[in-house]
Every structure is written in C-alpha cells, then in structure tokens.
C-alpha cells in the first residue's frame, strides 16, 4: 500500500536550458520571487554581479512576474557566463510551459532562442581547433 502526501509543494514546471557546456535544471514554484541556484542565494552564487542577476532574471522583468514565483536552479558545467545564459533560457521555457499565452512575448525579446554556439574540438596535428604549427619550406 503507498500512501501520497499531499502536503509537498510540487514544482509547478521543470525544465532545462542549456548553453556551450553550462546545463540548468529549473524548476519553478509559486511564490514569493526567491531565487536559489544549487541551494544558494542567486546573488551569492553569481558572486553579486549585478550584470548576471538583470540577465538571469530577465525574461521575468519583461512579463512584470519578478515577484511571482519562486525558482530553484541546478546548474552545473562551464562557467558562469554560460550558466547565467543557461538560466535564462530554462526560466523562458518554463514560463511558456505555464502559460503559452506569454510565449509571443519571450520569443519576441529572444528569450526563447537557444544559443547553439560552442567550442569546437581540437584536431590532431594542430594546436587548438584550427592553429596550425608554423610551416617551413626548408
């Protein structure tokens, strides 16, 4: 017999976005408009860098729901730039998920948009991914 609890807060929506090799779960709630990234507090975790929070918070400024919902983050791999992308695009795609009806607007700011860029692989014989050794002729 298994009994369900109905007193656990369920995420309303999870969904993951993802950027050169930085991958985010998110997972969103409602609430009062906390952030946590790996259990930490977003402004610690992206070191107080102003510049990471406005990007990462900001497919939510533009549909005025800052103060809407609560966001837990798991983000892992790359760095932190490409983390706050990463974010950036879960949070977009999770709030289509609730409501297609914002999804003109994320697409519009470009939010929803992937960006599929990454670094390419080295080669053998050559130094980086195309940096050749110099060539001499004699």
Known sequence: MSFINLNTSLPLCVTVGRRKKAVAKVKVETGNGSVLVNSKPVETYFQYNSQYIQLLKAPLLALNLENAYDISIEAKGGGLKGQTDAVKLGIAR????????????????????????????????????????????R
Not at 117 to 127: M, T
């Open 94 to 137: 999770a709030l289509c998920a609730i409501s297609n009806e914002k999804r003109p607007t994320l697409k519009q700011e470009g939010y929803l948009t992937r960006d599929y860029r990454s670094k390419e692989r080295k080669k053998y014989g050559l130094r980086k991914a195309r940096k050749a050794p110099q060539f001499s002729k």
